[in-house]
């Protein structure tokens, strides 16, 4: 099965900047999106941003312009570049790799802690 592990979370004060990256232990099948999510305290689960296999890329509207998310396919990797970072932005982050349907195939990473001060 497809593994993820995350790396890259930490400490940054607002304004700062981090890149998170992702790496599948296997080959992610064709046709899969790899996304970002995060969880907050006390709140759900959120997309962050997404990207399909062809470069096609979706952001929640409270990171836009200041996220970027790309990927590797030939070194099977998937990074969230994040920039201008707020306090809001706390959370930890997971990548995802889903097929079109999640029945079919839904792999979590372990999560990175993102913590944005003050």
């Known amino acids: 099965q497809v593994q993820l592990r995350e790396s890259g979370g930490g400490l940054v004060q607002p304004g700062g900047s981090l890149r998170l990256s992702c790496a599948a232990s296997?080959?992610?099948?064709?046709?899969?999106?790899m996304g970002w999510y995060r969880q907050a305290p006390g709140k759900l689960r959120e997309l962050v941003a997404s990207?399909?296999?062809?470069?096609?890329?979706n952001y929640a509207d409270s990171v836009k312009g200041r996220f970027t998310i790309s990927r590797d396919n030939a070194q099977n990797t998937v990074t969230l570049q994040m920039n201008s970072l707020k306090p809001e932005d706390t959370a930890v982050y997971y990548c995802?790799?889903?097929?079109?349907?999640?029945?079919?195939?839904?792999?979590w990473g372990q999560g990175t802690q993102v913590t944005v001060s003050s």
């Open positions: 995802n790799a889903r097929a079109r349907f999640m029945w079919v195939a839904d792999y």
């Open positions: 296997g080959s992610i099948p064709s046709g899969y999106t």
């Open positions: 990207i399909t296999n062809d470069g096609g890329t």
